[in-house]
């Protein structure tokens, strides 16, 4: 199976839109003077605009360059906005001045520290070539591959994330796979992370090893060892050993049952890959629950991997609860650089806030996950499409010559129902398959043009729908939700949090203390109604003090709960 690409699917009015919207509009806005300032100081240029603080200044701006370039040429590809290419390659152009005059001095842009900065900034050179047709980007790989099988040491600490050498692969296997560079094959295989994807491939206990170096390191850093399994996922890409693939569908595992929270969210406490009682712990203590962007990227960037080279569908539920209590539920950046770091799940007592120093790594993650939210909607392999997310979307499909737009129009997840209009050229036979969610509360049905049709479930465990389509065929689908509990730990029943279908809904609650310590919350569905006109709200009976709303919807500073301790107390007092 494969994806479809920035330029193929458009976002519709919605959620999604409304993000995605917000985030292009706020990275437009971003003079280049200020982002080019500290570089162009350096190198003894013409520096006009204002100093970036935070982050910003130690990094001298590479810590988000790299991945801002690759925004605004991915932004290009979506809209067809030129002054969004104009910006990449005004922004490279006057990069590669700045480097190629403090190159070898002691104010050097790339240092042999300088990993993380590098592999941005290769894969900004490979988005440039690809969507915006940046002629020189093959040449300027070249170099900078060179610089760093120079300069950067291959002793390959395990767990350093003070680093991330581990993430380096995945953008040299793309650079020889685009380029066909033989030296940044050669570069990937030197830093592939062995030692990490090992404990998964052979089943070992993923705790049995502690970092060596980096930062906050008891336990393996979540994003970038998450983010290490997209480099193994490239090089299964390249050199199709099984190995790879059994690492990473292994570790899309060990996520799943013993790190996802009910966001989709992973690696609270500093971001650590931990034991379940240690996650529950730092659900009671800290406040630092999940690091919101980066965390979500890697995600999106894995299950695509994994759909296109298994053909599963189950993998795009991870997706799904990220899109809309992540991404979609991020307060908005401010002018001065800062940006939700982490979300709060705390279980005594949330609250949404911007992270207090500017221009961290998450504000150069936060276009990239937004602008990739829809290249996860629409998969094919060839003949048959695939339908993973429900929002609305057009997909414009060139399928074996012929042209096939799919418009999809839905409310979801307001409404259980979404509807996909296609329209062809001529008819067409393939067969339409769509994701079957977890959390469905009833059967999903599927009707052709306006009467119900029997579908089948293909090997893999998509819905499939085959027929000799015609222009402005139908096919409408409902998927019943209703709201549910989610237990983080099954054998513990708890901690619980409430979702209806795959939107975390949280509780604003007024009462003292927690609504854990007054009422039994395990029993809260059963008295949970809906408020009229406002579609995800829900009022409990006998309570005055209770009222849920999807977890997007809260602002900076409104409390929330999330999750409730009911492993902590004997919620069996309460009726």
């Known amino acids: 199976m494969k994806g479809f690409d920035y330029h193929e699917v458009k976002l519709n009015e919605g959620l999604l839109k409304d993000t995605l919207d917000e985030t292009m509009n706020f990275f437009l806005r971003i003079p280049n003077d200020n982002i080019l300032k500290y570089m162009r100081e350096d190198a003894g240029l013409p520096a006009p605009g204002i100093y970036y603080t935070g982050w910003f200044k130690n990094s001298r701006g590479m810590g988000v360059l790299g991945q801002w370039i690759s925004a605004y040429a991915r932004m290009y590809a ?121 404990l998964f491939y052979k089943d070992l206990d993923p705790y049995s090893k502690r970092p060596k170096a980096g930062l906050y390191s008891e336990f393996c850093h979540a994003y970038s060892h998450t983010n290490s399994f997209n480099s193994c996922a490239m090089a299964y890409k390249v050199k199709k050993d099984p190995y790879y693939l059994r690492a990473i569908c292994k570790y899309y595992d060990f996520i799943k049952n013993e790190q996802m929270m009910a966001t989709g969210g992973y690696g609270p406490s500093f971001e650590h890959l931990m034991p379940k009682n240690r996650i529950i712990d730092a659900l009671r203590c800290g406040h630092d629950s999940f690091e919101t962007q980066c965390c979500s990227y ?71 996950v937004v602008t990739e939210m829809q290249r996860l909607i629409y998969f094919n392999d060839g003949e048959d499409l695939y339908i993973a997310q429900y929002t609305p979307s057009t997909l414009s499909w060139n399928r074996q010559g012929g042209k096939i737009v799919v418009h999809q129009k839905t409310g979801f997840p307001l409404t259980n129902e979404t509807q996909i209009e296609l329209q062809l050229e001529s008819a067409t036979e393939f067969a339409v398959k769509f994701r079957m969610p977890e959390w469905l509360a009833g059967k999903m049905t599927v009707a052709v043009n306006g009467t119900e049709t029997e579908a089948m479930l293909d090997e893999h465990g998509w819905l499939s729908v085959s027929n000799v389509w015609k222009n402005g065929d139908t096919i409408t689908v409902t998927l019943p939700q209703n709201v549910w509990m989610h237990s983080f730990d099954p054998i513990k029943e708890g901690p619980n949090a409430f979702l209806h279908g795959p939107v975390v809904l949280a509780a604003t609650y007024t009462g003292p203390q927690t609504p854990n310590d007054h009422m039994n919350v395990r029993k809260l569905t059963q008295k949970m109604r809906p408020v009229e006109g406002k579609p995800l709200h829900y009022t409990v009976d006998g309570r005055d003090d209770l009222y849920f709303k999807p977890f997007y919807e809260y602002k900076e500073y409104e409390r929330y709960f999330i999750y409730h301790d009911t492993t902590a107390h004997a919620t069996k007092r309460f009726d």
């Open 78 to 198: 979506i809209t067809g906005n030129k002054s969004f290419r104009e910006k990449a390659l005004y922004l490279i152009d006057e990069f590669w001045k700045c480097y190629l005059i403090l190159k070898g001095t002691p104010k050097r842009l790339l240092s042999h520290r300088s990993f993380y900065a590098f592999e941005k900034l290769l894969r900004a050179l490979i988005d440039l070539h690809v969507y915006c047709g940046y002629e020189t980007a093959k040449e300027k790989s070249i170099e900078i591959i060179a610089f760093a099988v120079e300069n950067f040491s291959t002793e390959n600490l395990f767990g350093d994330n003070g680093t991330e050498w581990y993430t380096l692969p995945e953008s040299l296997y793309m650079a020889y796979e685009l380029f066909g560079i033989e030296q940044a094959r050669e570069a990937a295989g030197r830093w592939e992370y062995r030692e990490w994807w090992d």
């Open 298 to 368: 890697a995600a999106f960037r894995l299950v695509h991997y994994l759909t296109c080279f298994t053909g599963n569908p189950h993998y795009s539920n991870w997706v799904e609860l990220l899109l809309y209590n992540a991404v979609v539920a991020t307060i908005p950046m401010t002018e001065d650089g800062k940006v939700i770091y982490y979300s709060d799940y705390n279980m005594y007592g949330a609250q949404k806030i911007n992270r207090q120093d500017g221009w961290t790594c998450c504000t150069g993650t936060r276009p990239l």
